[in-house]
């Protein structure tokens, strides 16, 4: 089974901090994600890379940037958080076109 | 960019009685459909997918069926038992584009023991 891990379960950060989410897959996937998960609102894309050091705006990027030196590893950056970055954030992993995704367990982030 | 809309929001089941959740999409290139279920507090699993060259697919209480011509896709659940309370989402994946998963808002289904 593919394994996509992010390293904090839970965060609480303060308004203006740099914040740094990580995501790591086990599996060799080129494609992977990082969505934020909101309710009423579903899933939607940040950003998302293809390829090492490739990425793409998803549908929310502003505030946003992301980091994929290494293929097993795909960082999201919030350069200066605010209040309404508090969200679940989901990152993601996917072998190609014609497969699903796997998903990390999330990070639920709190900006205070 | 795709568009994908889910109806209803929240479904509320008797046990033993059929669920369905209908999504529509807006770009007929989209040729991938899976179906995550979402328990609280967990992360999205995938519990079923179609492809555009397949209309029907089932898998034990689950099945889901594709109407190309009308965009839309439906995940049917019969059976219903209270493990299967959770959020539902559809997503859809254009074939011209990235390799993103356009999803739709979620249908939270309680089955009423």
């Known amino acids: 089974d593919v394994k996509v891990t992010q390293s904090s379960r839970y965060l609480v950060k303060r308004t203006g901090e740099k914040v740094f989410l990580e995501c790591v897959q086990d599996m060799d996937h080129e494609n992977m994600f990082w969505y934020r998960q909101d309710p009423g609102l579903g899933l939607r894309l940040i950003y998302f890379?293809?390829?090492?050091?490739?990425?793409e705006k998803g549908d929310i990027p502003e505030g946003y940037s992301v980091s994929r030196e290494k293929k097993e590893r795909f960082s999201l950056i919030l350069e200066s958080a605010s209040t309404n970055q508090t969200s679940m954030y989901l990152c993601a992993s996917r072998l190609g076109k014609s497969y699903g995704y796997t998903f990390g367990s999330g990070t639920r982030l709190t900006v205070v | 960019g795709e568009n994908v809309e889910q109806h209803p929001s929240t479904l509320s089941v008797q046990e033993g009685d059929s669920a369905v959740i209908k999504c529509t999409y807006s770009?007929?290139?989209?040729?991938?459909f899976p179906w995550y279920k979402q328990e609280l507090g967990k992360r999205p699993q995938l519990i079923i997918d179609?492809?555009?060259?397949?209309g029907e697919k089932k898998d034990q209480r689950i099945a889901v069926t594709l109407n190309k011509t009308a965009k839309h896709f439906s995940l049917h659940i019969t059976e219903t038992q209270p493990e299967d309370s959770a959020v539902y989402f559809c997503?859809?994946?254009?074939?011209?584009?990235?390799?993103?998963?356009?999803f739709g808002t979620g249908t939270s289904l309680t089955v009423i023991p």
């Open positions: 179609i492809r555009s060259n397949v």
């Open positions: 770009d007929s290139a989209s040729n991938y």
């Open positions: 997503a859809a994946s254009p074939a011209n584009t990235g390799n993103q998963f356009y």
């Open positions: 890379s293809y390829d090492v050091k490739m990425k």
